[in-house]
């Protein structure tokens, strides 16, 4: 599980805590059942289970993978709508190539985000490249759907593809864990995506032993998925394994460990960090259209299928359905 790496001992170090700092309170910890999305890849649907309100800016979160293709096997998602929010596709491990309506397309590989913004509404698609497909190799990612305020719901869409090398980089107080900022600020490290909900997204890889503790802002929700490994998180050292999100209480810090031992191919705990400051507007969803009444939704149903929603480009790819 590359994505970025960086010596931990060049690095500026996250605060320890001040004496008035509260440290957020575990409030529930879910595991996330497996599936399978598109024209086949494994998911873990991370927030099966969690409150809405628990979630809020968050509307899903999918782990795609950790999978090691055979020669023929990977797959990819075939076209689709998206209206009413922003969809962040994270590349840990492998690559994915992407298309959309309006002309856009790239190839998202180790440690790179791609950020879109699908506002009124856009046909997309994503799939392993072909080279992928022929010679198999390893997947891994992470796809979250971050909701857009109502004010927001129809703006154009756009895109921002973010390169590994841009997140911003800093340790752990004890140097054990290295974290890589996507989008938000953790004490004073930004990172490159813009967004128009204030969210933070973060992925940190914590030592066998050695323990995460950073401010979170007191207006965001705050969340800890684990990608990998064995740990515990809060105060109360609640255990947390692969495929687990930890949903904490108010509070001004986030706290995780890893254990001392860990699996042999899983030599480190793997977490995502993310919270966002909530909306509180009612969200309606139906497949990929996250709205906020259900008029709406009957809207987004009518302009897709009357084509408003952009054409499939003459020469799209294709998604990949296996042998």
Do not use: C
């Amino acid at each position: 599980m590359p994505a970025v790496t960086a010596d931990t001992l060049r690095l500026p170090r996250v605060r320890t805590a001040s004496p008035d700092e509260i440290e957020r309170p575990v409030k529930s910890i879910t595991t996330g059942p497996r599936g399978y999305e598109g024209e086949g890849f494994p998911v873990v649907r991370a927030f099966a289970g969690v409150s809405p309100a628990d979630l809020d800016p968050f509307v899903h979160m999918d782990q795609m993978g950790e999978v090691d293709y055979e020669p023929g096997e990977p797959r990819g998602t075939s076209w689709h709508p998206h209206r009413g929010f922003e969809t962040v596709t994270y590349m840990i491990d492998g690559r994915f190539q992407h298309q959309d309506s309006t002309g856009g397309g790239g190839l998202i590989e180790n440690g790179a985000t791609q950020w879109m913004t699908a506002g009124s509404g856009i046909l997309h698609i994503e799939t392993p490249p072909a080279e992928l497909v022929d010679s198999g190799g390893l997947f891994h990612g992470i796809q979250l759907w971050v909701n857009l305020p109502a004010a927001d719901k129809f703006l154009a869409p756009k895109y921002q593809n973010l390169e590994g090398d841009q997140v911003g980089l800093l340790a752990s107080a004890d140097g054990g864990a290295l974290i890589r900022v996507v989008a938000g600020d953790i004490d004073g490290q930004g990172g490159p995506g813009a967004t128009h909900t204030p969210i933070t997204f973060a992925h940190a890889t914590i030592s066998p032993g050695a323990r995460l503790s950073i401010p979170w802002r007191p207006d965001f929700n705050a969340l800890v998925y684990v990608l990998s490994g064995r740990g515990t998180v809060g105060a109360a050292a609640r255990p947390v394994r692969q495929g687990q999100l930890a949903v904490f209480g108010a509070g001004d810090r986030i706290t995780a460990t890893a254990d001392a031992g860990q699996d042999s191919n899983r030599p480190a705990l793997e977490v995502l960090v993310l919270g966002g400051r909530p909306i509180r507007e009612p969200v309606v969803q139906y497949g990929p259209f996250v709205m906020n009444t259900r008029q709406q939704l009957v809207e987004a149903i009518e302009d897709f299928q009357a084509g408003r929603l952009g054409v499939i480009p003459p020469d799209a790819l294709m998604p990949h359905t296996g042998r």
